[in-house]
């Protein structure tokens, strides 16, 4: 299984924001961090807002932060809504013209993968990133900022 450079990087938006927890983050800001294309990082960001990961706040000083505590957002939360196709074989897919397809062990071992997976996933927090790191707002560039405080949501 190797997850898409989205998820990559929508969790390490959400640790950047993580670890400037109670000040807004713009995404300049972490697009200069992880040197990655701000555009890139937008895109990235819409899913993200509607699974209510991250919230937004417009206007000059506006940016974005945590929607709910890092320790309440796992990495399944995230994969979940970055990634499009979970199909680790081609019978994992509807139309499969495999004549095995009901009653393949493969194909139940290999779901049995994915749930633990998922599972493994879920057992891992934003914040457990975060806290492996003492370190982590300084690697960031995150102590260097000025910093914004968090205003309302839109």
Known sequence: MRLTRQTNYAIRMLMYCAANEGNLSRIA???RAYTVSELFLFKILQPLVENNIVTTVRGRNGGVKLARPAAEISLFDVVRVTEDNFAMA????SDSECPLIDSCALNSALREALNAFF???GKYSIQDLIDARPNVRMLLGI????PRAVAAAH
């Open 90 to 93: 081609e019978c994992f897919d």
């Open 119 to 121: 599972a493994v996933l």
């Open 143 to 146: 102590d260097e900022l000025q």
């Open 29 to 31: 800001e972490i697009a």
